[in-house]
């Protein structure tokens, strides 16, 4: 007897993101290189999905062009077996057809999906900058105020066909609150969701659901409700409250994501100088937990995945 239960907990690494601007942390990968670089050291600490974003190399800005997302993916997928999931959210301003044009070229066995529009602020993280490495930086958070993350009914079931039916790629589905659950409950009773599917719950963004525990109940217990056992739990908690969060969830039972997109600390004060550090912790929480992480292979098996040989890159 090992203690362990049969449960294998997946462990998604989302490396880079477009929350955070390149002068809150100089760790946070930029570069294609630095991607890849980052991708690779997430997927041997034990993170079966990377969910991946694209940066202009010239100045870190979130870019949705499928060339700079093709300049990381290859290394990716010649130094690792781990799932790629690439984000259909994009950034801040961008269109839904730029946010979805690398995943309709690369036909990755993954994308985001997220599940309702909402306001999204990231101005807070102005305050914390004194000095900027880039012109675009402030200016873009303080954009947030004012900005509305559009997923509408009909570019929600778009992607559902152009990426989803076109490409065979299944879908993380991102849910801010508790309304994105029932926007889901909506398109799965319309036969456009295929079982099991990946729900990926967050907390702690401004402009959805908080943080605290009783949000996750929330959460858990309601989707538990509207999806039984036709879903696989994933946490996701953003800045401070990442590892508290997946913790509990891991608990629960759910499934886990870390990574620099979503918090750029290790511990508190301390910057991640590498998103394997971050996977690494979460890994040694889970052992200490007796909970056993997924392989990649394992990950594709629980979320009915196309593999890695259909992929376009
Ligand atoms: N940064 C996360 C809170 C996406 O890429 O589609 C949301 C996210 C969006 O991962
Ligand atoms: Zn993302």
């Known amino acids: ?33 630095q991607i890849a670089t980052d991708a690779v050291a997430a997927a041997d600490a034990g993170a079966s999905i ?31 077996e781990a799932v790629v999931n690439i984000t259909t959210g994009g950034g801040q301003g961008m269109t839904l ?25 990231r101005f807070g993280i102005a305050s914390r900058i004194k000095d900027y490495r880039y012109d675009w930086e402030e200016q873009d958070l303080e954009a947030s105020r004012n900005y509305i993350f559009r997923n509408t009914y009909t570019d929600i079931e778009w992607v559902l066909k152009e990426v989803g039916d076109v490409h065979g790629t299944r879908f ?6 508790v309304g994105h659950l029932y ?15 990946l ?8 402009g959805g659901i908080g943080p605290s525990p009783e949000d996750l109940m929330h959460m858990k217990r309601t989707a538990d409700r509207l999806f039984g056992n036709d879903y ?38 301390e910057l991640a100088q590498s998103n394997g550090d971050q996977v690494a912790k979460i890994v040694r929480i889970l052992d200490e937990l007796s909970l056993e992480v997924a392989t990649p292979d394992e990950a594709r098996q629980m979320l009915g995945l196309k593999g890695y040989s259909e992929v376009k890159f």
């Open 183 to 197: 926007n889901l409950a909506y398109f799965l009773d319309q036969g456009l969701i295929k079982t099991p599917f």
């Open 232 to 269: 696989v739990w994933s946490i996701l908690g953003a800045g401070r409250h990442q590892f508290n969060l997946v913790t509990m969830g891991a608990i629960m039972g759910g499934n886990v994501r870390v990574g620099m997109e979503d918090n750029i600390y290790l511990n508190r004060g």
């Open 172 to 177: 993380e589905f991102e849910c801010y609150d």
């Open 50 to 80: 990377l969910h991946l974003h694209a940066r202009n190399p010239e100045n870190g800005k979130p870019t949705p062009d499928p060339d700079t997302y093709a300049l990381f993916l290859p290394e990716i997928k010649e130094r690792t």
């Open 97 to 121: 057809e730029e946010r979805t044009a690398a995943a309709r070229r690369l036909s990755p066995e993954m994308c985001s999906l997220n599940m309702g529009s909402m306001n999204f602020g």
């Open 199 to 206: 729900v990926q719950t967050i907390f702690g963004i401004m």
């Open 1 to 33: 007897m090992t203690g362990k239960s049969n449960r294998k907990v997946i462990v998604t690494c989302a490396v880079t993101g477009a929350v955070h601007v390149p002068s809150q942390s100089p760790y946070l990968p930029l570069t294609p290189e």
